[in-house]
């Protein structure tokens, strides 16, 4: 990225800090103020505010270390390794708190990895840590909303809707496909963020991609080929991502404790 470019966008200075502090505190007040958490349980304010400290954080360390990463090939395979386990963790947590947590890897996993191969095998994607680490973040990025979205919705609609299980069973349907029918309607609606930002791209929304290329010295032509291959490849992905949750789900190999399985 240019110097001069990447200053006039966002000049690191104290303005800066300051302006970082004022409008984390804004969103934890205004969470805080509105109640905005599913239960008296939960404190969806201070998870916020612990987002942007940790967030943060991780910047820092991912800023002094990612210099050194990117240089070596081992490190930048074990660095996708971590991406890809706390990808998994996260995934896992959002959606159960028994040991059926790990099996998230299946739907991130088997939705990108394929996806970077081929970019990799095709040359559009030279295996250099400084391109393949963004990108595959990215698309690990995405696969984890997905699994989170549609992992929750259909896990929240068997719970409510489980009468209706019962009776899909009693009129013959196998365990799997009496889940199916709850589970997958509920779960498309995670393909929703992927198709609007998709749908409105250039319209309501200047993606980082685009930006960023346009910030390194790209044409926009270059640059919007590669924004548009990032959102169509995200959009595979994040299929991939919901169809495997919700087979999962429908096999009963992710589930919560309190979830009526049997």
């Known amino acids: 990225m240019r110097p ?10 104290t303005t800066l ?12 007040g205004v969470v805080a103020l509105f109640r905005l958490s599913p239960d008296a349980r939960t404190h969806r304010a201070r998870q916020v505010l612990l987002a942007g400290v940790r967030a943060a954080l991780q910047l820092a360390a991912v800023s002094a270390i ?28 959002r959606l159960t708190t028994d040991g059926s947590w790990w099996v998230t ?62 009776a899909g069973l009693a009129v013959g349907l196998s365990d799997r496909d009496a889940r199916l029918e709850i589970a997958r309607p509920a779960a498309s609606d995670a393909l929703l963020p992927g198709l609007d930002q998709t749908r ?5 929304t200047l993606p980082g991609a685009f930006v960023g290329m346009l910030l390194g010295g790209a044409s926009p032509v270059a640059a919007g080929a590669v924004q548009l291959f990032v959102l169509v490849a995200l959009m595979a992905i994040q299929a991939v991502a919901v169809a495997c949750t919700v087979e999962l789900i429908a096999r009963g190999h992710l589930h919560r404790p309190k979830d009526h399985r049997r």
Do not use: C, Q
């Open 4 to 13: 001069s470019a990447a200053s006039s966008l966002l000049p690191v200075n």
């Open 17 to 28: 800090a300051v302006l970082l502090v004022l409008l984390l505190l804004a969103a934890t």
């Open 66 to 93: 990612i210099a050194w990463v990117v240089r070596s090939p081992l490190a930048t395979v074990a660095f996708l390794a971590v991406m890809l386990g706390v990808a998994v963790r996260t995934a896992g947590r």
């Open 105 to 166: 890897l299946w739907p991130i996993g088997l939705s990108v990895l394929p996806v970077v191969s081929v970019l990799l095998l095709s040359g559009l994607v030279p295996p250099k840590g400084i391109v393949l680490i963004p990108v595959t973040g990215i698309f690990i990025g995405g696969a984890l909303t997905a699994t989170v979205l549609s992992g929750r919705r259909a896990l929240d609609e068997l719970n409510l809707r489980y009468g209706e299980f019962e």
């Open 200 to 204: 409105t791209v250039g319209l309501v």
